[in-house]
């Protein structure tokens, strides 16, 4: 069964950074897949914030990540990253990795639809303060 475990998450300022690292296990060698990084702030309902197709290199951004944050792939170490940079106040929030089944492939639209995955970590707190 497929497994995703996230780290990272921290308190930071604003204008800090953070690395959040999320582990899939489970999958067979070779399969590709979405796996992506959702957040949700309290009182909000969940978003896309960054996806990847792996294998493949394909990423996909919300407009509010663009330019600040990067999603990455590291094979050799079998981790999926996600970069942030300049962080805000708002970009505060439980930030979940998610993934589909193998071979599934999102479009533009359908990434950050969280009903699309069928696998989520447990999620990591990342708080940004003014």
């Known amino acids: 069964q497929v497994q995703l475990v996230e780290s990272g998450g921290d308190s930071v300022q604003a204008g800090g950074s953070l690395r959040l690292s999320c582990r899939p296990s489970?999958?067979?060698?070779?399969?590709?897949?979405?796996i992506s990084w959702l957040r949700q702030a309290p009182g909000k309902e969940r978003e896309g914030v960054a996806g990847?197709?792996?294998?493949?290199?394909?990423?996909y951004y919300a407009d509010a990540a663009r330019g600040r944050f990067t999603i990455s792939e590291d094979k050799a170490k079998k981790r999926v990253y996600l970069r942030m940079n300049s962080l805000k106040p708002e970009d505060t929030g439980r930030y979940y990795c998610?993934?589909?089944?193998?071979?599934?492939?999102?479009?533009?639209?359908?990434?950050?639809?969280?009903?699309?995955?069928?696998?989520w970590g447990q999620g990591t707190q990342v708080t940004v303060s003014s």
């Open positions: 998610a993934s589909t089944r193998p071979g599934q492939f999102l479009s533009a639209s359908g990434w950050p639809v969280p009903a699309y995955y069928g696998y």
């Open positions: 489970g999958y067979s060698a070779g399969s590709t897949y979405m």
């Open positions: 990847i197709f792996t294998g493949r290199g394909y990423t």
